[in-house]
């Protein structure tokens, strides 16, 4: 099993679409964990931290759940400019706090 | 500020040569990490920089590679020698604070071995 699991997509959305990402992670230790996004060879670039209270910023809404180890982004009103990869991130905080591990990631496109 | 940089973007090299990627990170960062993302699969973790320190090298895959960072500022990944596996996209992040904090991502190097 991989330690950062994300929903496999493609995700095909048409735009002013509400689209929810879903992100579980298997070490309990784990303690900050994000959602970056990545454009087509391009380098990752963080979208949201996550917190346990939830956090919206705009149109995205990040929300994590550490008794289910569940992370999850909601992108509201979808824009063309929101087709990319989304990753989901899960650090060790500060024992081992420089490895990051990646999901696989899931691809958005948004359509006309 | 300028960002993470790499160079070179691009190298293509055939198996058993030697290769050397550098990074540059953000002025002042501490922090520098080594990834990388073969072809199909998700983007591992290779090493941690503390300064010039080697923090963590456990996603480091073989002796093969090798990771500098002489004066804790840029940091070089050598490759010796090149094997088919080893194609993929090298990416290098810095951050200034570990304790939590966003990694700062490089464009990356595409390294093609034939």
């Known amino acids: 099993r991989k330690e950062v699991e994300q929903d496999p997509g493609p995700f095909n959305v048409p735009e002013g679409a509400t689209v929810a990402f879903n992100c579980t992670y298997s070490n309990s230790a784990s303690q900050s964990f994000f959602w970056y996004r990545q454009d087509c060879r391009k380098e990752p670039k963080l979208l949201m931290s996550?917190?346990?209270s939830g956090n919206e910023d705009g149109r995205f809404t990040a929300q994590l759940n550490r008794a289910s180890q569940y992370i999850s982004l909601l992108i509201r009103d979808s824009k063309l400019s929101d087709s990319a990869t989304y990753l989901c991130v899960v650090n060790m905080g500060f024992t081992n706090a420089g490895k990051s591990t990646f999901g696989d990631g899931t691809t958005l496109t948004v359509k006309p | 500020e300028a960002g993470v940089t790499q160079f070179p973007s691009h190298s293509v090299i055939e198996k058993g040569q030697t290769v050397t990627l550098r990074c540059d990170p953000i002025s002042g960062h501490d922090n520098l990490y080594w990834y990388r993302r073969v072809m199909g699969k998700e983007i591992k973790f290779l090493l941690h920089f503390v300064k010039e320190s080697k923090q963590d090298e456990s996603g480091m895959p073989n002796n093969r590679f090798l990771a500098e960072r002489t004066g804790g500022t840029y940091s070089t990944l050598k490759v010796q020698p090149a094997e088919l596996e080893d194609s993929g996209v090298y990416f290098c992040?810095?951050?200034?604070?570990?304790?939590?904090?966003?990694?700062?991502f490089g464009p990356g190097t595409r390294l093609t071995v034939t």
């Open positions: 996550v917190y346990s």
């Open positions: 992040a810095s951050s200034q604070d570990i304790r939590l904090e966003e990694q700062y």
